[in-house]
Each structure stands twice: as C-alpha cells, then as structure tokens.
T-cell receptor
Framework: GDSVTQMEGPVTLSEEAFLTINCTYT??????LFWYVQYPGEGLQLLLK?????DKGSNKGFEATYRKETTSFHLEKGSVQVSDSAVYFC??????????FGAGTRLAVHP | NAGVTQTPKFQVLKTGQSMTLQCAQD?????MSWYRQDPGMGLRLIHY???????DQGEVPNGYNVSRSTTEDFPLRLLSAAPSQTSVYFC????????????FGPGTRLTVT
C-alpha cells in the first residue's frame, strides 16, 4: 500500500542554518504531496503542497519539489529561525479525502 | 471564526469505560475526519465523513464509533476503552471534495489506565 518515509529526528540546528528534511514515498500513480507542521501544543497546519511532478511548493521560506524519478519531496529552508522549531510531517493523498502521513520529524532550532 | 474545536483537551479513563470526544467546526466544511497520533507512527485515520449522515471507516476503526447528524459536529465514541487507545486524537475538516488541505483541531490527549 501507499506509504511515506521521513528521516528520523530530532534535527537540531543553530539559527540561520540550512535545513533539509528528507521525505520519500511509495504510491500507485502520482498523488498530491504535502508538508504539515505541528507547533507545540497545537494541531497540524498545512505548510505547503505540490499536486504534480516537478511542481515546487513554497511557503514561509520553506520549499519542496515533487520528484517522481526519486519519489521524493524533501523539505528545505535556507535560514531557519527559532520560531521554526516544530514537528514536520510529510503526507500524500491516499484516496478520497484521506491523507497518509509519515512518522514526523522534530526540528529544534537554537539561538 | 473558531475553526475546528475539540473537547476535552485531556482525559484519563479506566479500562472498560466509555466516553465521547467532541469535535466541531464553524467553517461549513462537508468533510471531517478523526486521526490518532502515536509516537513514531505519524497520524492514522480512524473514521471520516463526507457529509451529514454519511460516515466511513479509515485505517484503524476498531473500538471507535462515529456519527454525523449535523455539518458542524463529528463526535468520536470509545465504546470500551483499552490501554492501546492511549493516544492523541485529532479532528480535521476540509472544504473541497477530495480536499486535502485539512484544518486540524488542537487535539485531545487520552490516557487509558
């Protein structure tokens, strides 16, 4: 069945460092792909999405490109801030109104 | 506009007890879902609804019931709580058919002893 694999965390960075969180997927066809973010004590929020191959999703300085050749959707940010500390979830559209999530990657950014 | 609200925020149950987790949204969304979040496993879909009166099972439905009598409300019922149901539960809603931009509530942390 469809699945999402994320790099294990936690990822610990200093402020202004470059961030990459790896995400690969297994799916039939070419589903839409998403990154959600969960700040401490809150529910998940959509960060960005890409609906077809080679699309680049971007928001708040974060980017991810849908790569069908490598079945990947890696999340990147050029300069992280302390306020980016959160748990990041990669997800794919697994069917009608259904999201399949990865296990999540915790990011901690220190001043 | 409160978005998606969930009550309670925390709950402790004894094995065998029943309870209902409440979820409401004020965005007039047709689609609502319940997920559970467990360490190292991401979120898994329990049940979902595509409109009032229509519900269906997700990936891990056993031990849970749902109903959808109104567009706004989508309660999740635990019939006989078990320690394996200790988890954080999230309710989500979305507007578009097959709309994957889901809006999540703040969650309910449930412990079953």
């Amino acid at each position: 069945g469809d699945s999402v694999t994320q790099m294990e965390g936690p990822v610990t960075l200093s402020e202004e460092a470059f961030l990459t969180i790896n995400c690969t997927y297994t799916a039939t066809g070419y589903p839409s792909l998403f990154w959600y973010v969960q700040y401490p004590g809150e529910g998940l929020q959509l960060l960005l999405k890409a609906t077809k191959a080679d699309d680049k999703g971007s928001n708040k300085g974060f980017e991810a490109t849908y790569r069908k050749e490598t079945t990947s959707f890696h999340l990147e940010k050029g300069s992280v801030q302390v306020s980016d500390s959160a748990v990041y979830f990669c997800a794919l559209a697994g069917g009608y109104n259904k999201l399949i999530f990865g296990a999540g990657t915790r990011l901690a950014v220190h001043p | 506009n409160a978005g998606v609200t969930q009550t309670p925020k925390f709950q402790v149950l004894k094995t065998g007890q029943s309870m209902t987790l409440q979820c409401a949204q004020d965005m007039n969304h047709e689609y609502m879902s319940w997920y559970r979040q467990d360490p190292g496993m991401g979120l898994r879909l329990i049940h979902y609804s595509v409109g009032a009166g229509i519900t269906d099972q997700g990936e891990v439905p056993n031990g849970y019931n749902v109903s959808r009598s109104t567009t706004e409300d989508f309660p999740l019922r635990l019939l006989s709580a078990a320690p394996s149901q200790t988890s954080v539960y999230f309710c989500a809603s979305s507007y578009e058919p097959g709309g994957y931009e889901q809006y999540f509530g703040p969650g309910t942390r449930l412990t079953v002893t």
